[in-house]
């Protein structure tokens, strides 16, 4: 039973809308159900508020069993943060590898009950079966890669995630730059990029630098200065030089920043810059 009291003299019909307590529910998949030994595969996560308000952050535990059960009393792999205040449906994944041995193999996750939460029962997601045998063939990537790398100009970050999407992280923060164009060294072990670091009314850089640092976003150092809206970057890492577009050209330095030189001129305006065969 509900008792709505309005104050003041206005008449009228009255809406209500009511809310109903939290509920926070959990469902987890896997990206591969049958794996070879030692084979990777993700198991993602879905929680999802299916009551009204907005919880608090919590945390999402991710558990391996021995049963089709998934409990808070399993063994737990990993945990995270989970944030619902702005969304009532986050998703979570984390980046597993098969047992080197054969069987049957359970996984799932539960999220921590928050307070005022009608139903903390329903807060375990049912168990993933996952079957590892040694008829399963997986060959194992001779790729380096593990991370991918992107820019937030309005915010001056380069930001690192695994390439699954997990764990993304601000890996160097700019905050006075507009970060545009990225390259990767990955031989190397160095990043590079470019970055307008005055801007006039109407957009355009009025100067630009390009930079670079480690992967892990150490040692920044401003190679070259005094650009005039450097854009889109590229490396030809083994011959040890940068390519870079800017304001009607095409320009070229060293992997150092020295040795700039002019390429093309007299375009209209150079975008996009790939080097290949």
């Not at 509900?2 to 809308?17: A, M, W």
């Not at 059960?69 to 995270?80: F, G, H």
């Not at 005094?226 to 970057?233: C, K, L």
């Amino acid at each position: 039973t509900y008792y709505i009291q309005v104050g003041g003299f206005e008449t009228g019909d009255y809406t209500l809308h009511v809310v109903g307590p939290l509920d926070l529910v959990v469902a987890a998949s896997v990206s591969d159900s049958t794996l070879a030994f030692e084979q990777p595969f993700t198991l993602r996560a879905t929680v999802r508020n299916q009551g009204g308000g907005e919880p608090e952050p919590t945390v999402l535990f991710y558990y391996s069993s021995t049963d089709a059960t998934i409990t808070s009393d399993d063994t737990q792999i990993s945990a995270d943060v989970v944030n619902l205040e702005t969304s009532d449906l986050v998703t979570k994944s984390l980046s597993l590898t098969a047992p080197a041995e054969a069987g049957t193999y359970y996984y799932g996750v539960c999220v921590q009950s928050v307070s005022g939460e009608h139903n903390p029962d329903n807060n375990c997601s049912d168990a993933v079966r996952v079957t590892v045998s040694s008829e399963f063939a997986f060959t194992p990537s001779t790729s380096t890669l593990s991370h991918m790398y992107w820019t937030d100009p309005d915010t001056g970050i380069i930001y690192r995630a695994n390439l699954d999407g997990s764990n993304a992280e601000p890996l160097i923060t700019r905050s006075n730059e507009a970060l545009l164009g990225l390259a990767l060294d990955v031989a190397g072990g160095q990043i590079y990029w470019t970055a307008w670091t005055a801007i006039d009314p109407e957009g355009f850089a009025e100067e630009g630098i390009i930079c670079r640092a480690n992967l892990d976003g150490s040692n920044v150092e401003t190679l070259i200065d005094e650009q005039n809206n450097p854009g889109v970057i590229d490396l030809e890492a083994a011959g040890g030089q940068i390519y870079w577009t800017a304001t009607e050209g095409v320009y070229r330095a060293n992997l150092d920043g020295s040795n700039v030189e002019t390429l093309i001129t007299g375009m209209e305006e150079a975008a996009v810059i790939v080097l290949g065969p």
